[in-house]
Nanobody, 121 residues
Framework: QVQLVESGGGLVQPGGSLRLSCAPSRSIFSIYNMGWYRQAPGKQRELVASITSAGSTNYADSVKGRFSISRDNAKNTVYLQMNSLKPEDTAVYHC???????????????WGQGTQVTVSS
């Protein structure tokens, strides 16, 4: 069973930076669109940023100019560089990816377990 493994969350002061990483737990056949979502207490999960296999990106308006999503296709890894963090960025951040674990069948969407990001002084 493939899992998406996230790392890089933590506690940071307002204005600080964090970099999240996410990769499959084992080797896979192919990976397509990847993205980051977040869910704050009492709120619905929302898209933060996404990136296609060709490198096209999409961002939530609330993070444009502060966050940057990128990927390393050789490592099947997606990153989220978060700068100028604000208290309202506090949430559990989840990685999402459409991938084929084996060489057959359609891509399946997987979720990571989430990593906590807390922005507080």
């Amino acid at each position: 069973q493939v899992q998406l493994v996230e790392s890089g969350g933590g506690l940071v002061q307002p204005g600080g930076s964090l970099r999240l990483s996410c990769a499959p737990s084992r080797s896979i056949f192919s990976i397509y669109n990847m993205g980051w979502y977040r869910q704050a207490p009492g709120k619905q999960r929302e898209l933060v940023a996404s990136i296609t296999s060709a490198g096209s990106t999409n961002y939530a308006d609330s993070v444009k100019g502060r966050f940057s999503i990128s990927r390393d296709n050789a490592k099947n890894t997606v990153y989220l560089q978060m700068n100028s963090l604000k208290p309202e960025d506090t949430a559990v951040y989840h990685c999402n990816a459409a991938l084929q674990a084996g060489g057959t069948g359609p891509p399946v969407r997987y979720w990571g377990q989430g990593t906590q990001v807390t922005v507080s002084s």
